[in-house]
Nanobody
Framework: QVHVVESGGGLVQAGGSLTVSCEVS????????MGWYRQFAGKQRELVAK???????VYADSVKGRFTISRVNANNTVYLQMNSLIPEDTDVYYC?????????????WGQGIQVTVYS
């Protein structure tokens, strides 16, 4: 079984910073891309940032220059450093990992973590 657990969300004032992290544990062979999505109630889940196994990164236009994604393979952990936060960043953030297990690649999702930015 694979476990994807996010941590570090919370309440922050606009202009502030917050880091969320996501650790993958359990039985699997390898992790390719790791990323963060966010979803506001009633809206479609959207990509925030993604990092490949080769450390290439992709960011949503709305967060470029403010957010930084990184990963530590030894810990199977991906981080999202969020700076210059604005109220529009308020969302539930979901960790997504593309994992090889039992000879199959599959997407695994965390349970989601709330980030609230107040002005």
């Amino acid at each position: 079984q694979v476990h994807v657990v996010e941590s570090g969300g919370g309440l922050v004032q606009a202009g502030g910073s917050l880091t969320v992290s996501c650790e993958v544990s359990g039985r699997f062979d390898s992790i390719a891309a790791m990323g963060w999505y966010r979803q506001f109630a009633g809206k479609q889940r959207e990509l925030v940032a993604k990092i490949t196994g080769g450390y290439s990164t992709v960011y949503a236009d709305s967060v470029k220059g403010r957010f930084t994604i990184s990963r530590v393979n030894a810990n199977n952990t991906v981080y999202l450093q969020m700076n210059s936060l604005i109220p529009e960043d308020t969302d539930v953030y979901y960790c997504n990992d593309y994992i090889y297990r039992d000879r199959h690649w599959n997407d695994y999702w965390g349970q989601g973590i709330q980030v609230t930015v107040y002005s």
